[in-house]
């Protein structure tokens, strides 16, 4: 099992012949993701990294039967390009571009309610299922198969929890970059609704931020519907209110949003939260002992 | 990126919102010539002269006045241009030390002729995260914290969502003017006014409009006598004209020359420096600090690409701080090879020559192994660890 993303996913990049496009299409051709093509409009017919490229997402549909996207075009084109991916019928859209305008983001979310799809970002590092899939921009090593899921809104603190289940002697089911946006393609309590949901799961990272109530959302549901151990941390209780800090969404706007606050009320819910972020992988341990 | 009050007006006033019309200056003599066209325009002796900083409450400063006539407004304007501004926002509040006045805005008297008609409104525009959606939010009680209104009075703040496919509808604008209890002329004013104000917020891709207060007349107009309006950074690609609006003077000159080198970097008042890649990850080395028995001096972003140039512009900025008694730097390498980075912090160490704290390095990831090996050979006082809590312990031994 694992989610969104396994060995069988028909992986398409859209920026695919682009700088960043390529470098990461690479790292995740020789981690062993199923890349079956990509989509740069206007190279259609050419091949790049030894696959096929498209004109559109209609055609890598079509010829390759692709169903996850990765998308890596610039800030001004990426709301275009995940609803380009959602209508033609991508199931798992994951949007890595930072930078993507708010107001596009608004109206990306309603087009894309129409469709059976799923985004995960922007602005996110992205999915993966180790030993399977790599769909994103993670350093595919630090990674082990087992069955730690874990969800952030974070890139390089993600790969910090990651690297700190690995060396406590456990693996990760799946693990999914949502994105450090004001307006994210999945929430916190879906990703981890996701994975409670994974018989392959048997235990759950969910690492927040200050800004939003995203986690507070999630930490209710577990507390009525959770069935495995959860391990919590907010980043952010040192920082200042009403300064964005690096992600856009990450920023104090009132008291319910701030990190000591998202903590109690995830204590409060029956999340193992630590304080620090060194403590993660230790937790993980605990709580799967009791 | 936040506006001025004066530039927030001019934005208003393209897309047709009825404004307390009004002329910036940036000294006495253009104040004095303000004064003449705003009176002339206005047919009243009386104006207002409102400091601009990014700053809400500043008239609990002495930031904003009203003056009876020409006399009275350059002594006003004399006083307040290059007056140190303390209002509850600004950098320490009524005890810091206030921000410097640069410019003032003129305006008319927008109360006049007879300030007990007027009415005052709240009316703001903002994105609303979890729904997703463009939200209006305006009450009956305006000029006054909306916060504490929400709290006390609850059911005096409305809110209109706005369907981001459909945009405002009619029924919403006569929804916002029946709820503010307006009727006849003031009625048809305030609906202008929202379709106005809601035309601008989406046109300048903004992420919030504060318009407090916005006013009823005695021959019920509608006006707004001050705003406070914020862009969404990531979209002023698409408004250029909007981009060449910000003023570096606002912000922390360590913060302007950091974002030259495409650092992200957060001034903060502790006494421990930090380097990280991520934000997140940026965030939670500022919380191991706190921990660890330090105090946050900054949050430092320096990206994907940590090469030596890159730590050593980030080594500059941080030091700058004097509060600085050590720096961690916490670098996990993904794509970035830890080694370079390592490399990196070795060169930038020795182009710099005195750095007299104590420096902790963290590299984990891709070659972390290499990494701390050329750390710990080359000589430099630089403690090295590849576990965060082994970073955080050091951090608690240097401040020992």
Redesign the interface.
Known sequence: MSVLVNKSSNVIVQGFTGKEGSFHAEQMIAYGTNVVGGVTPGKGGQKHLDKAVFNTVQEAVEKEGADVSVIFVPPAFSGDAIMEAAEAGIKVIVCITEGIPVQDMVKVKEYIQKFDCRLIGPNCPGVITPEEAKVGIMPGFIHRKGSIGIVSRSGTLTYEAVDQVTKAGMGQSTCIGIGGDPIVGTTTKEAVQLLMNDPETEGIVMIGEIGGNMEADAANWIKEHGTKPVVGFIAGQTAPKGRTMGHAGAIIGGEDDTAEAKMRIMEACGIHTVKSPAQIGAMMVEALKK | MNLHEYQGKDLLKKYGVAIQEGIMAENVDHAMKAYDTISEQSGNEACVIKAQIHAGGRGKGGGVKLAKNKEECREHAENILGMMLKTPQTPGGMEGPGKLVRKILIAEDAYAPDFSACKEYYISIL?D??R???VIIYSTEGGMDI?AVAEKTPHLVHKEYI???LGLQGFQMRKVAFNLGLSGKAFKEMTKFIKSLYAAF?GS?A?LFEINPCIKTADDRIVAVDCKVTL????L??HPELAELRDVHEEDPTEVEAKKYDL?Y?K?D?NVGCM????????????????SGG??AN?L?VGGTANAERVEQAFRIILKDENVKAILINI????VRCDRVAQGVVDAYKNMGNINVPIIVRL???NADIAKTIIDESGLKVHSAI???EA?DLVSEVLA
Request: charged share 25%; net charge negative.
């Open positions: 994105t995260r979890e997703r959606q463009n916060e369907d981001p496919s989406t891709d992420s969404d950074d990531n979209a690609f698409r992200n957060v903060l502790g990280v890649n991520g934000a997140g990850l940026a965030m939670a080395t500022m919380d191991i600090i706190k921990l105090d946050p949050f972003d996990f390498g993904g794509i984990q990831g891709t576990l965060l809590q955080a």
